[in-house]
C-alpha cells in the first residue's frame, strides 16, 4: 500500500514537471497566438473547394467550378479538393491530406473544440471524403484524377473559367494502383474514426468503403503512375506502393481493432520496407515514417506484448527518424538552414516540415503518456525536448526566423503577396464575372507584379530556400506555391499548442492581476 503512494506522487512530481517545463518553453519563446493561426489554417481548405459550393461558404471570393467534372465519363466526380496553385484534381495527395487531417483530429478534437474550431475541421474533412464515396464507384474501381497538369499548366485561369481538359482518371483491375487505393483507404478509416460518435452511419459508409479499398490495392498491386500515366511529373510515386499498403493496414487496424490488418502491417514489415528503411522525411508520397510510428505506440498497449519482436524494429526506426529530426544521431541527420529549420530539399520544403512537427508532437504526447525517453545515438531525449523543437519549426513558419516573415498567409503583419495560385492572383469571379481565357490570365496578371487581389488565408507557402532566403515572386513557384497537404499537418500541432498556450495564461492569470 505504502509503495502505491510512493509511485503515486513520483508519478504527480513527474506530470507536474513536465508541466512546468512546457510551461517553461512557452514563456520564453516568441509569443505568437496560435489558435489564430489554426483558424486560418482550416479557412485555407474552403479556398481549396471544387465543385459546388456550400451556403456557408467562408471565403467568398471563390465560386462554384468544376460542376462537370466526370460528365464525360458518364461518372460525378463534382466536389473535392485542388491539391494547389492550379486546377487539377490529384487523388494521392488529396487523400494523404484527408489522412493528416483526421489523425489531427483524432489527436486534438478537443483542443480544436475549445478553440472553437472542431466543426470548422470536420466540414474540411467531410469535403475530401464526401468526394472519396463518389470516386470509388466500384469495389475495385477507384477514379484517382480529374485535370491533366500539363494542359493546365499551360493555362493561368480561376477555377470558375477553365477551360481545360476536365479528363478523369481512374484505376482498376487491369490497371492497378495500389498506392492510390492504400492511401485513400487510410483516409476514409481515419475520417470513419473522426465521425464515429458524431455521425456514425457516416462513419459506417467510409469504413466500408475503406476495407474495399484496401483488399482492392492489396489484391491488384501496382504503381498508379504506370496506370495513370498523366500524373507523372506531378505526384509520381516515386516511393512505391508498399509503405501505402503498410500505412492503410495500420489506419483500419485503428479503426476495427481487427487483428487481421495488425497481422499484415506484421507479417508484411520486413518485406514491404517497414522495418528496414531508416527515413529522414514524411510526406504525401513518403509515409515509412508515419508507419513507423504509429506501429511503434501500439506497444504501450499490453495486448500487443506478443509482437513485441516486430514492433520493436518499427520503433527503432521511428527512433531514427525522430532522432534524426532532432539532429541526435551520429551520421545521418536532417539538415537545417542557419535559422533552424528543417531543409530536405529546395521545391515546396515546408510540407516536409509541417509533417515532421506533427510526428514530433504526437510522439512527444506518447513519450509523456507512458513516461519514456527517447534514446538517440547522441543521449536520452525527453517529451519536452521534442515539442520543444516541434514549436521551435511552427514558430519559425509563423515569424521567428531571419526574415521575420509569417510563412502562413494572412497571419502577422508580414506574409506572401505573390502566391504562385490562379484564382488567389485574378480579381475574384464575385466582382469581375466577365471570362478570362487561358493567355489572358498570363497576361494580365500571372506577370503583374501588385500583389495578388486575394489573399490565400491559412495557406502554407513551398517556404525559404536552404540559407533562410525567400523571393515573394508569382513565378517562384518551389517557394510561394501552397499545397493542401503543407497546412494539412499544422492543423493538429497549432490546436496543441494554442491549448498549452491556454494553459499557460490561466495558470498566470492571478499573476498578472495581482502586479
Known amino acids: ?89 490529384f487523388g494521392l495527395p488529396m487523400a494523404f491530406t484527408i489522412t493528416m487531417l483526421s489523425w489531427g483530429v483524432i489527436e486534438y478534437g478537443r483542443e480544436m473544440e475549445d478553440a472553437g474550431e472542431y466543426k470548422h475541421a470536420l466540414e474540411a474533412i467531410k469535403w475530401g471524403t464526401d468526394y472519396f464515396i463518389k470516386a470509388h464507384t466500384h469495389p475495385n474501381v477507384l477514379w484517382g484524377e480529374v485535370g491533366d497538369g500539363f494542359t493546365d499548366h499551360y493555362c493561368w ?5 477553365m477551360t481545360t481538359s476536365r479528363q478523369a482518371y481512374k484505376v482498376d483491375e487491369n490497371n492497378p494502383g495500389s498506392d ?17 460518435k458524431t455521425n456514425p452511419h457516416y462513419s459506417g459508409l ?24 498523366a500524373v507523372k511529373g506531378h505526384y509520381t510515386s516515386w516511393s512505391g506502393y508498399m509503405d501505402e499498403l503498410l500505412w492503410a493496414a495500420l489506419w483500419l487496424y485503428k479503426a ?51 509482437h513485441m519482436h516486430v514492433l520493436e524494429q518499427y520503433l527503432s526506426k521511428a527512433e531514427f527518424f525522430i532522432c534524426a529530426c532532432l539532429d541526435k544521431n551520429n551520421v545521418t541527420n536532417v539538415q537545417r538552414t542557419p535559422g ?48 520543444s523543437f516541434a514549436k521551435s519549426q511552427v514558430d519559425y513558419i509563423l515569424g521567428s526566423n531571419p526574415t521575420a516573415m509569417s510563412y502562413l498567409v494572412g497571419y502577422g503583419p508580414k506574409y506572401p503577396q505573390r502566391l504562385h495560385h490562379r484564382g488567389a492572383s485574378i480579381e475574384s469571379y464575385k466582382r469581375d464575372k466577365g471570362f478570362i481565357g487561358c493567355t489572358q490570365g498570363y497576361d494580365s496578371w500571372y506577370r503583374m ?11 502554407l507557402v513551398g517556404g525559404p530556400d536552404g540559407n533562410d532566403g525567400f523571393r515573394d515572386e508569382r513565378w517562384n513557384y518551389m517557394q510561394t506555391e501552397a499545397c493542401t497537404y503543407n497546412t494539412a499537418t499544422l492543423v493538429g500541432v497549432l490546436a496543441k499548442l494554442d491549448r498549452l498556450e491556454g494553459d499557460y495564461l490561466s495558470l498566470n492569470q492571478p499573476l498578472i492581476a495581482s502586479t
Open 1 to 89: 500500500m505504502e509503495d502505491n503512494k510512493k509511485q503515486g506522487i513520483v508519478l504527480q512530481l513527474q506530470q507536474w514537471c513536465a508541466l512546468l517545463s512546457i510551461f517553461a518553453l512557452i514563456s520564453s519563446s516568441q509569443s505568437f497566438d496560435y489558435g489564430d493561426a489554426l483558424s486560418k489554417s482550416l479557412l485555407y481548405f474552403e479556398s481549396q473547394r471544387s465543385g459546388r459550393l456550400p451556403y456557408n461558404q467562408r471565403v467568398t471570393w471563390r465560386h462554384h467550378s468544376g460542376l462537370t467534372d466526370g460528365l464525360e465519363q458518364g461518372v460525378d466526380l463534382v466536389g473535392g479538393y485542388y491539391d494547389a496553385g492550379d486546377n487539377v484534381k
Open 157 to 161: 485561369q480561376r477555377p470558375e473559367d
Open 180 to 196: 492510390i487505393a492504400g492511401e485513400t483507404a487510410a483516409a476514409m478509416a481515419a475520417a470513419a474514426i473522426v465521425f464515429r
Open 206 to 229: 467510409l469504413l466500408h468503403h475503406a476495407q474495399q479499398l484496401f483488399e482492392f490495392g492489396d489484391k491488384f498491386r501496382g504503381k498508379y503512375d504506370v496506370s495513370i500515366e
Open 256 to 306: 476495427t481493432n481487427n487483428e487481421d490488418y495488425l497481422k499484415y502491417a506484421l507479417n508484411n514489415a520486413q518485406a514491404f520496407g517497414g522495418t528496414t528503411w531508416a527515413i529522414k522525411e514524411f510526406s504525401w508520397d513518403v509515409k515509412y515514417a508515419g508507419v513507423q510510428i504509429i506501429a511503434s505506440m501500439l506497444l504501450k498497449e499490453e495486448k500487443h506484448k506478443q
Open 340 to 387: 533552424g529549420l528543417l531543409y530536405i530539399r529546395q521545391w515546396n520544403n515546408m510540407q516536409y516540415v509541417s509533417n515532421a512537427a506533427f510526428l514530433l508532437t504526437t510522439y512527444s504526447d506518447y513519450l509523456q503518456a507512458t513516461h519514456q525517453n527517447l534514446t538517440c545515438d547522441k543521449g536520452q531525449v525527453g517529451p519536452q525536448e521534442l515539442l
Open 449 to 459: 507584379h501588385r500583389p495578388n487581389p486575394n489573399v490565400l488565408v491559412g495557406a
